[in-house]
């Protein structure tokens, strides 16, 4: 009993890495005009649609509908505009990331430290974003 038992919890935990194998998205690294790199969808392919977004610019990978938005700006105060979140949106902190979630299925995560903000819009899994984020290479 004890074997099959052994046996049963060591396929149990395979199977958990199979899964977890199989969830993960594919990534590439990507250059981002010299301003950083970071690792996005294997398929995706980024267009600068914006080079004025407060000393950044902006990038569309429309067959993902991702949206990435960078600045180098070292105060961030006041550049946001003041916007009212519609009803059932998801506001939080996770790790070091802010992370807005959407009633229509979109999700902005943001990723600032002491000189940077990278802001990724799209319809991923937060944790697929986070994952992007993890690759950031300024």
């Known amino acids: 009993m004890r074997k099959t038992t052994s046996y049963l919890l060591v396929l149990a935990i395979v199977a958990m890495f199979l899964?977890?194998?199989?969830?993960?998205?594919?990534?590439?690294?990507?250059?981002?005009?010299?301003?950083?790199?970071?690792?996005?969808?294997?398929?995706?392919?980024?267009?600068?649609?914006?080079?004025?977004?407060?000393?950044?610019?902006?990038?569309i990978d429309e067959k993902n509908s991702i949206t990435v938005s960078y600045t180098d700006k070292e105060d961030y105060s006041g550049s946001f505009p003041s916007f009212t979140a519609d009803a059932g949106t998801k506001m939080y902190e996770d790790g070091n990331y802010s992370v807005?979630?959407?009633?229509?299925?979109?999700?902005?995560?943001?990723?600032?430290?002491?000189s940077h903000l990278v802001l990724i819009n799209s319809t991923m899994e937060v944790k697929d974003v986070e994952s992007m984020l993890d690759t950031i290479d300024f």
Do not use: R
Not at 35 to 56: I, L, Q, R, W
Not at 100 to 114: C, N, R, W
């Open 19 to 59: 899964l977890t194998a199989v969830s993960a998205i594919d990534l590439q690294t990507h250059d981002f005009d010299g301003h950083f790199k970071m690792d996005v969808p294997k398929d995706a392919s980024f267009k600068k649609v914006n080079d004025t977004y407060e000393s950044g610019a902006v990038y």
């Open 100 to 114: 807005m979630e959407f009633p229509d299925g979109t999700k902005l995560v943001s990723y600032i430290d002491e």
